[in-house]
C-alpha cells in the first residue's frame, strides 16, 4: 500500500472508528499518519473513509461531503442514547398510519451521548459521568428522507442528509423511536460497495468531487509554496478547488478577496 490517499472500509457493529484505524495504522509502516472522516458509532456499520499521509491534511473536505444512511427505527420505545446501547424504556406508543418527515433545513440538538465538545470535552464522557448534558443547537440539512418498509413496531428509512446530522435524533423526533441498525451507505461520491480495505484510492482520485483548476507551470511552481494565484478566465470560485498543474496534483485552495485562489493545503513533495 502506498502512503498518501483514503481506505473505503466497511466497518462492521460492534468496535469503533479509531478501532479501525488502529488495525489499517497495522497494516502501514511506523509513523505514517492515519485517520478518519466522520465517527460511526459503535452499534452502526457502514462507510469509514480512513484517511493515510497526506490525505489527513484534507480531512475538513472529505468530513464537509453529504451522507446517505439507511436505518431501522424501533417504535414504542425510547433510549438514553438514540440506539441500542442505552437504557431502553418501553412505552407502547407505536404510530399508525404515514408520518411527517422533515426535509430542509432542520434544527437539532445533538445527543447527550455523541462526540460534539461541550466546554471543551467531548458530550459522551461528560454524560457518562453523570452531568446533564445539553448541546447547543444546530441547523443540518436534510435533502431526502423516506420510509422504505415497515413492520410491526419497526420501520425503515433512508435518510440523506448535510455533514453534521445526527440521524438519532432525527428519528427520536418522530415519536417514542430509537435507532435500533444504522448503516452508512455514502459519502458524496464514495459507496460502501466499493470498499476494499486492502484498496488505497490516491489523491487525485479521492478529490475529484472538488472542482479543479488547471495552472501553467509557473502558477504551479507559486501555488506549490502556498502563494495565492489568479483565478483567470473562469469566474470567481464560490468554493474550494482542486488546484492541478503540468506535474498533477497540488493541493486544494479556498478563493481569496482579488479574485485570487490561495493554497490552504499543498499536498505536492
Sequence with gaps: MTRDGVVLYDKPAGITSFDVVRSVRRTLDRGVKVGHAGTLDPFATGL??????????????????????????????????????????ETGVVPEGDLELPTGVVRQRPPAFSAVKVGGRRAYALARAGADVQPSEREVEVYRFSETWREGSRRGFEIECSSGTYVRSLIAGLGDAYCEELRRMRIGPFDVADAEPEVLVGLDQGLRFLPEVRLDAEQARRAGHGVPVALTGEGPAARAVRLTGPDGLIGVAEPAPGDLLKPVVVLRG
Excluded: C, N
Design 48 to 89: 469509514l473513509l480512513v484517511l493515510i499521509g497526506r490525505a489527513t491534511r484534507v480531512q475538513r473536505f472529505l468530513m464537509e461531503l453529504p451522507k446517505i444512511y439507511r436505518v431501522v427505527a424501533r417504535f414504542g420505545a425510547v433510549s438514553s442514547t438514540g440506539d441500542p446501547e442505552g437504557e431502553v424504556v
